[in-house]
């Protein structure tokens, strides 16, 4: 995918199918792609000032602030969502409630790399989650939409078959990942990648600038490890 100039740096809100805007009011996607610059690996350990964030960010969220995260504004929101399209938030996580139901049983927001950190970072700021893709396996502008019956998940065609109506985040070409799901291996970003797209799902009661403030924390936390 060819992202240039002020694209690259401006959130894009993606297309959402006419249907589901109807019957999901507030339900979007935002993305934003970047260049990647310096050596540094992706995938590989955070620099010194991530880490730090990672220890610090663990000790702000203790006991108490943890369980009571789901009754702040935009995790709740995220949780009426989740009961809109027939998820149990109970059942299956939110997010941000998963994030930090991690940091308490691993005893702190444990590095897994350096990308998956500064989202990490971003979410349990934010709590509005971000997802990453490896830009040059996209094909257009990304959205929302229902899957199509037989439609199969990713473009090896060996993918599991999603059956109808399950919503999808898709470009031109077909499913790049479930909605609220890490995306399948060929789209996900590996060590060498140097062309990303984050992007991110809103819903309603979600303010907008959380949603450009977690795309623009995640790419400021990249360029500043990887210059």
Same mark, same amino acid.
């Given at each position: 995918?060819?992202?240039?100039?002020?694209?690259?740096?401006?959130?894009?809100? #993606?297309?959402?199918?006419?249907?589901?805007?109807?019957?999901? /009011?507030? !339900? @979007?996607? &935002?993305?934003?792609?970047?260049?990647?610059? #310096?050596?540094?690996?992706?995938?590989?350990?955070?620099?010194?000032?991530?880490?730090?964030?990672?220890?610090?960010?663990?000790?702000?969220?203790? @006991?108490?602030?943890?369980?009571?995260?789901?009754?702040? /504004?935009?995790?709740?929101?995220?949780? &009426?969502?989740?009961?809109?399209?027939?998820?149990?938030? +109970?059942?299956?996580?939110? /997010?941000?409630?998963?994030?930090?139901?991690?940091?308490? !049983?691993? *005893?702190?927001?444990?590095?897994?790399? !350096?990308?998956? =950190?500064?989202?990490? !970072?971003?979410?349990?700021?934010?709590?509005?989650?971000?997802?990453?893709?490896?830009? +040059?396996?996209? =094909?257009?502008?990304? #959205?929302?939409?229902?899957?199509?019956?037989?439609?199969?998940?990713?473009? @090896?065609?060996?993918?599991?078959?999603? *059956? @109808? #109506?399950?919503?999808? &985040?898709?470009?031109?070409?077909?499913?790049?990942?479930?909605?609220?799901?890490?995306?399948? +291996?060929?789209?996900?970003?590996?060590?060498?990648?140097?062309?990303?797209?984050?992007?991110?799902?809103?819903?309603?009661?979600?303010?907008?600038?959380?949603?450009?403030?977690?795309?623009?924390?995640?790419?400021?936390?990249?360029? +500043?490890?990887?210059?």
């Amino acid at each position: 995918m060819t992202m240039e100039g002020e694209r690259i740096a401006r959130p894009v809100r #993606g297309w959402c199918e006419q249907e589901l805007q109807r019957e999901l /009011p507030g !339900l @979007g996607l &935002v993305w934003t792609g970047m260049q990647v610059g #310096g050596r540094r690996s992706l995938t590989g350990a955070s620099p010194r000032p991530v880490m730090r964030q990672l220890s610090e960010l663990s000790n702000r969220w203790r @006991g108490a602030r943890a369980i009571n995260v789901r009754q702040e /504004p935009v995790p709740a929101a995220y949780r &009426v969502f989740f009961r809109q399209i027939g998820l149990d938030p +109970d059942a299956t996580r939110t /997010p941000i409630e998963q994030a930090v139901l991690a940091r308490m !049983l691993e *005893g702190g927001f444990v590095s897994r790399g !350096l990308l998956a =950190d500064v989202i990490t !970072l971003a979410l349990v700021d934010t709590a509005v989650p971000v997802w990453a893709l490896d830009a +040059d396996t996209v =094909d257009g502008p990304l #959205g929302i939409r229902p899957s199509r019956p037989g439609e199969r998940l990713g473009r @090896g065609g060996d993918g599991p078959v999603l *059956g @109808g #109506g399950r919503l999808v &985040v898709a470009d031109a070409d077909g499913t790049v990942a479930i909605l609220f799901e890490h995306p399948p +291996d060929e789209h996900r970003p590996k060590r060498s990648t140097r062309s990303l797209l984050l992007y991110t799902v809103q819903v309603a009661g979600v303010p907008s600038l959380h949603v450009e403030e977690t795309l623009w924390a995640c790419r400021s936390a990249l360029a +500043d490890a990887c210059s």
